[in-house]
């Protein structure tokens, strides 16, 4: 108890410098949760990809598309449980920076290959009652504030109708939730029968698949099935696993990892300094007070404890509402004003910024605290 | 008057000789400050960069013509008797071989990064004998241009750099087909050095795209004659275009992205920022409290507040200045000139570019140092200049 007592009547004595220290402290760590939670929005689809899927693409590009007749085949290779097909739809809501993923898909099997999309069975069943019917995630129909029943016009950059129209009508009749936290909920699915009878070409011809397989452990295998079947054709395939193919797309936007942990270095190297310089300060202007400690019967570790808890009593403190700050501020929305299709703050990175307070308290304070615990009683209290 | 100025030259100089007494902390603040600034500008360096590209990539004599409704390359389409249409429009340029109007095909070929061997959407370009005229930036720097009709292709040197397996002598998968690499060129830093580039004529039945197009690219009599050459296409009821100016396709083409790397990086530099106040502010109480009874002395012999004042402040700023010329040199060591690719979403294709550390940024960074700098010296400044003398001199 005495030692918190000396802990709080030494932070206490330059309120300021001690205030400002806490400060850059909370700035340090409002940088680590806002900047976990935008790396977070990049890597989630890689998190949340499921180990039992593949995605099988045309082997030239993404752009080109897959007879619609694979699905049958594929579903015939040993090892795969099921197949289904989706196809990118890149329409327009309002305005182009209004962007969200639309697809069509068939919608007897969007829920049974996505387990993680959570729905009503009264959502479902309207589905397939409604041919224009569409299913928006949570997180789309808050963005635009949609309600059940609304209509929703999208406009075709790719698609064009058989009456040469552009703008596509969808009803919305479902909304699905995610399982987790990670789980896109920034989408918009229709139907396929729907969407093939209305286009006005490429009929029969589909974007990619996701397969699902029997055994994780053989998913490799299948993918080598699953291109074998179709090599030598007119459309090719390639086909890995769902988690490596969302991998292979945040990989073209950059390394965001990278930049960020170069960021993040930076700012913690900085925070480092001050902290430990405010640190080193306190030590060398209480030379001779904590010479006086340690006549009066202080140990030498006990003397070295006091400098380390007041190092740990600065970053705890800071790092605490530094780390509660950056959870306010994720949660109040990203700041790309919907672009990431998740963006919170894990609470395994919630943990690792209380890890990285410990480090960073012993860092800034071990020097000055080795200094304090060698100090010679009779030299000290000369200076 | 004049005394006034003579107290800040005394005090100032005072001040700047002491410095070396206060070396940890005033290093501290100073490396803080670079710090952020060195992130500040490398995170706008890469949106510099883009937009750097997107601008080398437009002339101003030059306009592209996508079919309406359609806000890039990719999502457009135009029949070969569109292109031959849009080619008689009135303004545009002609040489010898006709008009400067070249119809073009764009799409992607997956083809792994160097950086991470993962596939990238690697943009590919169909052309006609017209590209090469209509874009003057345009110029081959090893091997030759590939054969028209054959199976080759050429590539930009941006593509090369971060795309395996384009190095001339090689050869990409295109189906069943290898297409052979024969040359690579420049184009001015333009968005064209991402894109492989192949006869439209090759291109066509590889992707099936009958005699289709995407885009016509044209070059201008001058760049006034715009506004006739559009409203000849749009008033022509045969045609259903958009026609726009190259400067500003590009510019539609990059504004996600550098809004978006912008945005980013300014709240990150804010919040930085914030952090190098307190760091500043920390730092300079500390080199005022550890000259209390210095200042008080100089205010008892006369020295009056303002000068006190602004020399603790020119210390300030003179510490960011450094911090801020450190950072801005860091960042442009580290960054300037940087090849990095990255995803446009517009046209859902690959682009490379350099980071580009401009002055423009510099001096951007070097302002938000001294900005900085101000902050954190001003309070402390105030605190001296007003605390009573007698008290100070006593070392309470």
Redesign the interface.
Known sequence: MKYFYLIFSSLKRKK??TG??I??IV??F??FG??TA?RQAFDAGVEVAGADRLVVRH??????LLPQAYETRMERIEGVDNAVHATWF?G?YQE??N?FAQMSIEPEELFDMYPEYIISDEHKAAWLETRSGVIAGRGLVDRFGWKLGDRIPI?A??WTKKDGG?TWEFDLVGIYDGAEKGTDTSQFFFRYDFFDETRAGGTGQVGWYTVRVTDPDKAAEVAAAIDAEFA?S?A?T?AEPEG?FV???A?????IGF?IM??MS??F???L??AG??M??TVRERTNELAVLKAIGFTDTGVLGLVLGESFALTFVGGSIGLGLAWLLVSMGD??GG?FPVFYLPTRHLFNGFLLIAVMAVVAGLIPALQAQKLQIADALRR | MFNWFTQIFAVTQFSMRSLSQRK??SA?AM??IA??V??MV??LSIAQGIQATMQNSAADENAIVLRS???SE??SGLSGDDTRLIAEAPGIARDASGALASPELF????LP?Q??G????VPMRGVQAPAMNVRDSFNLVEGRMFEWGLNEVIVGIGARQQFAGLEVGSSI????EKWPVVGVFEAEGGLAESEIWVDAAVLQPA?RRGNSYQAVYVKLNSSDEFDDFKDALTSDPRLNVKPMREAEYYDSQST?VYN?IT??GT??AV??G???V??A???M??AVSGRNREIATLRALGFRAGPIVISVVSESLLLAFAGGLIGAGLAWLAFDGFH????N?AS?S?ITFSFDVNVKLLSQGIIFAMAIGLIGGLFPAIRAARQPVAQALRGL
């Open positions: 300021i410098r400002l220290t400060l850059s700035v340090a409002i940088l806002y900047l935008i082997k030239v590009s993404i752009i080109q890149g327009i182009p920076k962007f406009n950059t790719i552009r030598n007119a090719e390639k490596a991998q292979g797309f990989n073209q936007i950059g390394n930049i170069s960021i930076a700012v190297f900085t925070i300094l001050v310089n405010t080193a300060y700041p790309t672009s | 940890g902390s501290v490396l803080g710090g952020v060195a992130v490398g995170v409704g359609s806000d990719m999502m799409v992607i070929i997956n990064m950086t991470t993962t596939d990238a959407n998968e295109v189906g069943q992707y996600v978006m945005g980013l709240i990150i919040i930085m914030l952090g190098a307190f760091g502010l920390n730092t109480y500390t990095a690719a990255t995803l979403w859902f690959a």
